[in-house]
């Protein structure tokens, strides 16, 4: 019975270790491609959606451009608030995330379905294979390459697909971001 209690107390701390990791986890960070939804609360004509541009800023009325790389929807809520306090004292706004086309990752090479796919929020390799409907016979699952672009700089991280499958350098099984490309031979 002590056993038990043990067992049960061990799996509420996993449990709640899990919500709390999960709760510190980064808000989304907006990306060119998304559309967001701007309102200013009793201001029917400043209510538009807007689309984030490739250049990572978008356009509203009475505040000008807006730059929301690296921003998340709190930061976009601060600075169009505050840039529109020039002409509208305690304004209320609400941006909202209405599409996320943005976090784009690509899967190419000897999948099934090879292409681009939205990850909402994140994905790892093996999900992002399973997206990709999986490998072909042909597939060198040992020479699993992910390209990741930083700045002018690419980088290429190897994955053994395996190794991962039988649980084994699981710390590869990297998440992937926005933008990365799985190269499978």
Known sequence: M??????????????LGLQAAHAQQASYVIKPGDTLEISVWKEPD???????????????????????????????NKLVADRLTKYISGAVVTVSVQEIKGN?????????????????????????????????????TNDIIVLRGQGDKQTAMAFRYPEVVRGKKLETNIELIAGDIVVVP
Do not use: Y
């Open 2 to 15: 002590m056993r038990m209690r043990g067992v049960w107390a061990m799996l509420v701390m996993c449990v």
């Open 104 to 140: 784009k990752i690509f899967v190419l090479g000897q999948v099934n379905k090879p292409g681009e796919f939205i990850v909402n929020p994140s994905v790892n390799i093996m999900q992002a294979l399973s997206m990709a409907g999986g490998m072909t016979p042909f597939a060198a």
């Open 46 to 76: 400043l209510q538009r959606q807007v689309l984030v541009r490739p250049d990572g800023a978008f356009s509203f009325p009475l505040v000008g451009e807006v730059d929301a790389r690296g921003k998340t929807v709190a930061d976009l």
